[in-house]
C-alpha cells in the first residue's frame, strides 16, 4: 500500500484529519532513493521492481511495476486544495461565501475549503464500491450526469439506478482487470463526490470488438475524481494485486466484519410497529403454528413511551420482561430501537444527563443544537466525544436500561443523522463538534453511534445491528426492481468491508404482491443478513397470512436457511478473519473470467455456493452463468451436475432457488431444522462432499458456542475437511483451541460419485465427537 497525504504548510487553524478509524497506525518502511533531479525523484516501494515517480512541476505521481503504469495521481491536472481563509484578509462582501436554508444562513467562516485529486487507471474498465447507492455493482461513467455523491442522508423513498447520496458512505473503490484489482481508499469524513469517466464508455461490444480486429493500439483506461468539501486529501492506494489481497489490504487498516453470533445469522421478523405484548406473543406462537423458525423479533420507536429510547410504553408494554422471558423460554430473543436523537423533556432522565453533562452538539451560536425528529423537538449527543461514548455505553446495563434482559439487543437507526427539519433532512454543516464544523464530521457521525455501542456490547456481551453488525439497504419498496437492486446493494457492501448485509424482505413501502414476497424471502435467505420489515401503514405480512401454499413456500425458503447456518458461521467466521467478503461477486473467485466482470444478478456465499435468485415477475426460467472452465457445480435440489463456463438456461417454478454447489467443496449443514437456531446447537451435521473432476474435496467446519466472545479466548473447533483418493479425512486448524461439541456427523452426501458404488472412509475419529456415519452416494 502506499498512503499519500497532502495539506496546508500553515493553515490558519488545523484542518480536519480522521481520527479513529484507523485500527492503528499503518507501519511504514523507509523508501530508497533510486534517482533525482531538479523536477522529480524516482523512489522503490519495497516490493520487487514496483517504485513511484514524484514530478513536481506539475505535480503528478506515478506508482509503476516494472514499464506498467499501476495508477498515476494528477495526471490530468484536477488537484485542488482550497486553503482556509478569513472574509476579514479576503476583503470581500459580508455573506460572499454564505449558504442559506429556509431562514438559517451558514456564513462558511473558514471560506471554501473543498480539495480534490484525480487518479488515472490504465488497462481498467471496471470499477466498483463507494456504497451506499442503489445503482449497478459496476459503477457507471457519470460524464454525462452527475456524480456519485458520498454524504449520509435519510432518504424517504429513494430513487433507483441513481448516484444519488443514500444513508451510509463508505469512500473506498476497487478496480479490476484480469491482470489486477486495485483499491483506493479515500480518507474524508466530509460531503464527497466521485466522477468517473473512460475511453471505452458507450462502445458496444461489436465496438471493442472491431476495434481489436483493427488493431486499435488505444489502451482502455479509467479516470477517477474525488471531491470533499474540507478536510485534506488523505489516500490510501492498495495494489494487489489480488482481490484477497485488496481486501487483507483495507482490513489492515479499518479492521474486519465483526463475528455475530449463530442466532444473528439466523432470520428476523420485524415491522413498524408491533403493537403491544399480545401482539408480540401471537405473532411468535405463529411461527410455532405455521412451523417456521426465526430467532429475532423486532420492535421499532412506538414501543417507546413518547419516542423516550430506553423506555417502554407503560400501557402497550407495561411488563417488558415478562414478554422478553417468554422468549427466552423458546430460546428467541428480541431487538429494541435506539434512536440518537432524544426528546427534549426536563422530566426525561436521558435528557437531562446529556444536558447537564453538556453532551449535545452545539449551534454555531454555542447553545445546544436542537433539531425536528420522531419525538418532536429533539437533541443530538456528539458521539464524536469519547467521553459522551462512554456514558452512553453505560446507558444499556441492566441496571439503567429498565426492562431489559440478556436477549435484548439493539437496532440503531437514524444515525445519519436524520433532522427532519434540517437542510435534505440532516444537520446543519455548521453546527459544532467541539473544535469541529459538523461539516467536517458528518459521515463519521454513524460511526462513532456505532462506537458507542460496541463498549456496550463489550460489557453486556450483546450484539448491535448497526454497520459493525448488520445493515440493510435502508427504506426500499416492494417492487421488482427493488428486489433485483438488492443484489447489487450488498455485494458493493461487501466489497468494502461490510459483510453483514440484506433488504427488507417484501419491501418496507407499499405491499408486495404474494409472488414478490415469496420470491424476496427466497432470495433474502440467501443474502448475509436476513431480516422482513414493513412501514406502518402497511397490512400486516406475517408469512402465514397468504395462504396455505405461499406459507409452504416461504417456509421451505426460511429452513434452507437454518439448514445451511453451519456454512453460513463459516463465512462469518473467515471474514472475520480475513475481510473478504461473505456475499461476493463471481468475479472476487474468477478474476481472469471477463464474463463475471459486470454480472450482478447471481453471486457467490464464499467460494462453494452460487446463487441465482429469481427476481422477475412471472419468470418461468433464468439463465445462470457457471463460471469455471473445467469446473462443475451441482443443483443444490436436484444433484444434476453442470459444466463451468457456461450460460445455463434454468426452468423455474415458484418453489425453485436456483443455488449451486462448486465441485470440490464440502459443506456442512444442520438439517434437523427446529424453532430457533439455538435450538439446534448439539443437533448432527451433514456433510455434502461435491467432486471436482478429480474426484476431490475440501470445506472448513466451525464451531464455537454461538453467543459469546469466548472464541477469542481459543474456545472454539476449526477443522479442514478433505476428501482425496475415496478417504475422507479432517485436519485441526486450531491446535491451541479447546472446545467440545455434543454434536456429531450422522450422515456423508457425496455428489458426482461416477456409478453409485464409491464410498468414503472416515481416516480419524476424535475423542470429543461422536461419529455415526449414514454414507449416501448420489450419482
Known sequence: MTRVKINELKPLKPRYEVPDVLI????????????????????????????????????RLDIMEGRDVLMSLNSRGLLAFEHLRMQEEEKVEDGMWEETFKSHSDSKPNGPSAVSLDF??????????????????RLKTTDNGDPYRLYNLDVFQYELYNPMALYGAVPVMLAHNAQRTTGIFWLNAAETWV????????????????????GSSETPQTDVRW?????????????????????SQYASLTGTQSFPPLAAVGYHQCRWNYNDQEDVTSVDAGFDEHDIPYDYIWLDIEHTDGKRYFTWDPHKFATPKEMLQGLMDKKRKMVAIVDPHIKVDSNYKIHNEIRSRG??????????????????????????????????????????YEGSMENLYTWNDMNEPSVFNGPE???????????????????????????????????????????????????????????????????????????????????????????????????????????????????????????????????????QR???????????YHAHRTGQPIMRPLWVEYPQDPATFALDDEFLIGRDLLVHPVTEEGARGVTAYLPGKGEVWFDVQTFQKHNGAQNLYIPVTMSSIPVFQRGGSIIPKKIRVRRASSCMMHDPYTLYVALNP?????????????????????EFIHRRLSFTNNILSSVNLAPDAQFTTQSWIERIVILGASNGHDTAVLLRVYSHWLIHLKLWTVC
Open 694 to 714: 478429480q474426484r476431490t474435496a475440501e470445506g472448513k467446519l466451525y464451531i464455537d458456542d454461538g453467543h459469546t466472545f469466548n472464541y477469542e479466548k481459543k
Open 359 to 400: 453532551f449535545y452538539i452545539k449551534n454555531k451560536d454555542g447553545g445546544d443544537y436542537e433539531g425536528w425528529c420522531w419525538p418532536g423537538s429533539a437533541g443530538y449527543p456528539d458521539f464524536t466525544r469519547a467521553d459522551m461514548r462512554e456514558w452512553w455505553a453505560s446507558m444499556f446495563a441492566y441496571d439503567q
Open 425 to 559: 433532512v440532516t444537520m446543519h454543516k455548521d453546527a459544532v463538534h467541539g473544535a469541529w464544523e459538523h461539516r467536517d464530521v458528518h459521515n463519521l457521525y454513524g460511526f462513532y453511534v456505532v462506537s458507542a455501542h460496541n463498549s456496550a456490547v463489550l460489557s453486556r456481551n450483546m450484539f448491535v445491528f448497526v454497520s459493525v453488525g448488520a445493515v440493510w439497504t435502508g427504506d426500499n419498496a416492494a417492487e421488482w426492481e427493488h428486489l433485483k437492486i438488492s443484489i447489487p446493494m450488498c455485494l458493493s457492501l461487501g466489497l468494502v468491508g461490510i459483510s453483514f448485509c440484506g433488504a427488507d424482505v417484501g419491501g418496507f413501502f407499499k405491499s408486495p404482491s404474494t409472488e414478490l414476497l415469496v420470491r424476496w424471502y427466497q432470495t433474502g435467505a440467501y443474502q448475509p443478513f436476513f431480516r422482513a420489515h414493513a412501514h406502518l401503514d402497511t397490512p400486516r405480512r406475517e408469512p402465514w397470512l397468504f395462504g396455505p401454499e405461499n406459507t409452504a413456500l416461504i417456509r421451505e425458503a426460511v429452513r
Open 562 to 572: 437454518y439448514a445451511l447456518l453451519p456454512y453460513w458461521y463459516q463465512q462469518f
Open 227 to 247: 471531491i470533499s468539501e474540507s478536510g485534506i486529501i488523505d489516500v490510501f492506494i492498495m495494489l494487489g494485486p489480488t482481490p484477497n489481497d485488496v481486501f
Open 120 to 137: 488515472s487507471l490504465p488497462g481498467v474498465e471496471h470499477v466498483y464500491g463507494i456504497p451506499e447507492h442503489a445503482d449497478t455493482l
Open 24 to 59: 492503528r497506525e499503518p507501519p511504514t518502511e523507509p523508501l530508497s532513493l533510486l534517482s533525482q533531479d531538479e523536477n522529480g525523484v524516482v523512489l522503490s516501494l519495497g516490493a520487487e521492481s514496483q517504485r513511484v515517480i514524484v514530478s513536481a512541476r506539475p505535480f
Open 195 to 214: 466522477d468517473i469517466s473512460s475511453n471505452t464508455a458507450g462502445k458496444t461490444v461489436f465496438g471493442k470488438m472491431l476495434d481489436y480486429v483493427q
